[in-house]
């Protein structure tokens, strides 16, 4: 009953969540198709994910001053230009105009994932408990159950904007559910005004590792299970899902866990076991054993970044959650983009196998900053004031 609880509570940023699992999800999927109506190779496209990159790095900025002048309507606002933008990428066939484009995408889904997150971490301080992983959880599920559904959509032969529109109407009619009231939260008397520098860093170099390891699998999945095993376009679709729904259990099972036990104890666990997931997933020899690597790898890679962001929630200021929040979102999040550039230049040159294999060091290196993480200090509570 906890994770039915917490996601009563949490139901406005839930349903941000879903909206922005549905789109990434059904953009998985049409990866291949995307890419090879762009006509580029490995490299080039991973680079043309840069574009979604600059946006995202933009949001870092913009965020906080929206949700300031938006208040209640951030998320609404946000949702409304997400959907509206996913219209466009999939339409495109110049690979510059396409790089644009995914640059208004990263900036739109990075004002709406900053703004979620933040909304998350409001209710976390104002309930005294866990949230992060259930709402997580609901952008999993939202996002493999898109990428199950695109993979049917493939298999009929729909182009990519009829599908992305479908989506839009789910996300519109979701709009209503995302007016959520903003806890303003003033300084404390003796607070000396040093900003939170180290909290940030730590938290958002964890937070990278786990959504560059995430959208390693999202981005490329398919494109191995079909191009390097041989796979149709749903088997191909069904990589993406399988790191849907296993982070989804992981992220659901995480709820009550982070109940239980320390946050920097179940990362350094979890990046373990996702990155022998990745080890799994790199030496596959069918589409079946490439399955069970990326539900491995998401199994251990779902709790790290929530985690890590309600840990930055705890460790600053309460005044200044949302700024903290937003450095370390973004921090994160720029991994799903920079992820996919990296892996298409080490594909390009060594195959997918070596870059999925990268994606384990890459997880390991998640321990040493929980270590670093747990010796920082939590910041005392104080209540918040919703306008």
Known sequence: MSILNALYISRRPVAAFVVVGLFWGCFAAYIPVIKD?????????????????????????????????????????GAVLL????????????????????????????????????????????????????????????YAVAAVITGFAREAGMPPTPVFAGFGVVAILLVPMLNMEVARVSAEDDHQGKYPLWPIVICGAIVLIAFMSEATVETWSALHVERTLGGGAAEGALGPA???????????????IAERFRETQVMIIASLVAA?????????????????????????????????????????APHLRTEAI????????????????????????????????????????????AVLAARLPLHAKKSAVRT
């Open 83 to 142: 959907a509206c933008v996913w219209l466009v990428p999939g339409q495109i066939t110049t690979p510059i105009l396409f790089a644009v484009t995914m640059g208004f995408v990263g900036l739109c889904s990075g004002l709406l994932d900053v703004v979620m997150n933040e909304r998350v971490s409001e209710l976390e301080a104002e309930h005294s408990r866990s949230l992060m992983n259930a709402n997580h959880a609901m952008f999993s599920l939202a």
């Open 37 to 77: 109506q762009l006509g580029a190779s490995d490299g080039v496209f991973g680079l043309l994910l840069l574009g979604s990159a600059t946006g995202l790095v933009s949001s870092m900025w913009i965020a906080p001053r929206a949700d300031k002048v938006l208040g209640a309507r951030a998320m609404q606002v």
């Open 276 to 316: 022998l997931g990745a080890i799994i997933a790199s030496i596959a020899q069918t589409p079946i054993i490439a399955y069970v690597g990326f539900g491995t790898l998401g199994i251990g890679v779902s709790v790290i970044g929530p985690m890590a962001l309600a840990l930055v929630g705890k460790l600053v």
């Open 242 to 256: 399988m790191l849907g729904f296993t982070m989804t259990f992981g992220r659901f099972s995480g709820q009550v």
């Open 326 to 369: 937003s450095r370390c979102a973004v921090i994160g999040f720029s991994g799903f983009f920079f992820a996919p550039t990296l892996m298409g230049l080490v594909s390009e040159n060594y195959g997918l196998r070596i870059a999925f294999a990268c994606v384990a060091l890459l997880l390991i290196a998640t321990a040493p900053l």
